[in-house]
Every structure is written in structure tokens, then in C-alpha cells.
């Protein structure tokens, strides 16, 4: 069974930072390409950040690029999100998603971990 | 940036009936589109991909059509667990970006 759990999530002040964890498992890891996406309260969902399986090619959204990296190491397993310079507007529920190639599809998805911006 | 707007905003439909969700693309997004459900307080879940295929585990009464800019869910007889929000989300061109989602409820 697919399972993708966050952490790191939590209260940060304006300009601070924060790094994200999603421990997967039931799957080939490095194998497919994982992504980012998040969820502003009472809002829509947002693409965030995507990285390939193997070589490690990343893709940011204008929104977050500078800011944030995405990274992964495969022999753990895990995918991280590093935040940095945070602003309240990154304020948001933050989904680990495994892909579904081709194309860049949400195929599994965490539970989430938040994300609160605020002094 | 593909903008993708869907309509209407909410729905309302009483349980059996037809659900129709549209989705636009502001430019061609060729059929590299997928809808997701949501429900409250959980992730969204896959349903559709490829503008038309099912996802593992969907039943057969959600169904997808459409190709280039124009975008169609179809859930045809609605069952009390399929009062949700659907997004569509384009995959054709980066950055990906999703609809602002139509709530279905209750009528």
C-alpha cells in the first residue's frame, strides 16, 4: 500500500524558515517524480514544487521560486521541502504527492502537514 | 501560465441525478488534464486523467471528456459520498495549475 506521510509543519514568524519531510513507502521511490502542492485555508489547490526520480531536474512555481528547494534523497526514501523567507501568504496545508506518469499527475496524495505564517 | 477556470462554482443535486462539471483552459492543454475530489478535511483523490481515464478504483458512473480547451465531468448518478469539491488540473505545460473548484452539494 502507497502511504506518503508529512511533518515539519508548524507556527513560523514572517521571514523565518521551515523544512518539510514526506516519508513514502509501498513503492519504488526513486521511480517516480514527487511533487508539492498546497492548500490555503478555505481556498483551491496550488502546485508548489516537482521533483523528477532520478536526475533530479526541479520545478518551481513563480510564486515560491528563491524561496523554496525541493530536494530528495531516494535512499531514505524521503522528499523534502526546504522554506525559506516565508510570508504569510505561504500560510497553507502542505500535500506530498507521488506522480502518475506520464505527465505530471497526482496519483497519491498525504494527509498534509500545515504551515502558519503569522508574528 | 494555461489560466483554468470551471463552472459553475457550486452545484446543487439531489442524490441519482446527473452532475455536470465544466473546466476551460485558457489555451490548448491538449487532453493532459485530470480531475481530483475532495472532500472536507482530507487530500484530494485522482479520479480522471487524460481528460477521459478512470483512475484505479473509480467507479464507473464518474466519466470524463474533452480535449484542447474545453473540459467536461460527468458523474451520473450521484451517490451521497460524491457531495464534494472537483478540481481539474492541467499537466500539458509547466507551471501545472488547477481549476478554482465546483462544490457539489446537497439540493
Known amino acids: 500500500e502507497v502511504q506518503l506521510l508529512e511533518s515539519g509543519g508548524g507556527l513560523v514568524q514572517p521571514g523565518g524558515s521551515l523544512r518539510l519531510s514526506c516519508a513514502a513507502s509501498?513503492?519504488?521511490?526513486?521511480?517516480?517524480?514527487m511533487n508539492w502542492v498546497r492548500q490555503a485555508p478555505g481556498k483551491g489547490l496550488e502546485w508548489v514544487s516537482t521533483i523528477s526520480g532520478s536526475v533530479g531536474s526541479t520545478y518551481y512555481a513563480d510564486s515560491v521560486k528563491g524561496r523554496f528547494t525541493i530536494s530528495r534523497d531516494n535512499s531514505k526514501n524521503t522528499l523534502y521541502l526546504q522554506m525559506n523567507s516565508l510570508r504569510a501568504e505561504d500560510t497553507a496545508v502542505y500535500y506530498c504527492?507521488?506522480?502518475?506518469?506520464?505527465?505530471?499527475?497526482?496519483?497519491?496524495w498525504g494527509q498534509g502537514t500545515m504551515v502558519t505564517v503569522s508574528s | 501560465e494555461i489560466v483554468m477556470t470551471q463552472s459553475p462554482a457550486t452545484l446543487s443535486v439531489s442524490p441519482g441525478e446527473r452532475a455536470t462539471v465544466s473546466c476551460r483552459a485558457s489555451q490548448s492543454a491538449s487532453s493532459n488534464l485530470a480531475w481530483y475530489q475532495q472532500k472536507p478535511g482530507q487530500a484530494p483523490r485522482l479520479l480522471i486523467y487524460g481528460a477521459s481515464t478512470r483512475a484505479t478504483g473509480i467507479p464507473a458512473r464518474f466519466s470524463g471528456s474533452g480535449s484542447g480547451t474545453e473540459f467536461t465531468l460527468t458523474i451520473s448518478s450521484l451517490q451521497s459520498e460524491d457531495f464534494a469539491v472537483y478540481y481539474c488540473?492541467?499537466?500539458?505545460?509547466?507551471?501545472?495549475?488547477f481549476g478554482p473548484g465546483t462544490k457539489v452539494d446537497i439540493k
Open positions: 504527492a507521488k506522480d502518475r506518469a506520464p505527465g505530471i499527475i497526482f496519483d497519491m
Open positions: 509501498g513503492f519504488t521511490f526513486s521511480s517516480y517524480d
Open positions: 488540473q492541467q499537466y500539458n505545460n509547466w507551471p501545472l495549475t
